[in-house]
């Protein structure tokens, strides 16, 4: 089993900044990539940021320049630092690590941008 907790969510003004963190512990093998994902009210499911072991980086079109993905393979841990926050990124935002025993989703955590 792999289990992932989520941290860093919460409520922030138009402008500012979060930091979350995903860290994956259990029977673990050979991670191969690091992602979030967010899903907001009424809409799918949807890919913001993602990191492979080998050092490449995607992220949705509507993140870029103002979210960066970064992870530690030493402490199965991935991060996503959010700035210049918008209101359209209010969302449940979610961890999501595949290795060689599948994919594993966290259990979200709430990111709401309001003033």
């Known amino acids: 089993q792999v289990q992932l907790v989520e941290s860093g969510g919460g409520l922030v003004q138009p402008g500012g900044s979060l930091r979350l963190s995903c860290a994956a512990s259990g029977s673990i093998f050979s991670i191969y990539v690091m992602a979030w994902y967010r899903q907001a009210p009424g809409k799918p499911r949807e890919l913001v940021a993602r990191?492979?072991?080998?050092?490449?980086?995607d992220y949705a079109d509507s993140v870029k320049g103002r979210f960066t993905i970064s992870r530690s393979n030493r402490k199965n841990t991935v991060w996503l630092q959010m700035n210049s926050l918008k209101p359209e990124d209010t969302a449940v935002y979610y961890c999501?690590?595949?290795?060689?025993?599948?994919?594993?989703w966290g259990q979200g955590t709430q990111v709401t941008v309001s003033s």
């Open positions: 990191s492979t072991t080998i050092g490449s980086t």
């Open positions: 999501n690590v595949a290795d060689d025993s599948g994919v594993h």
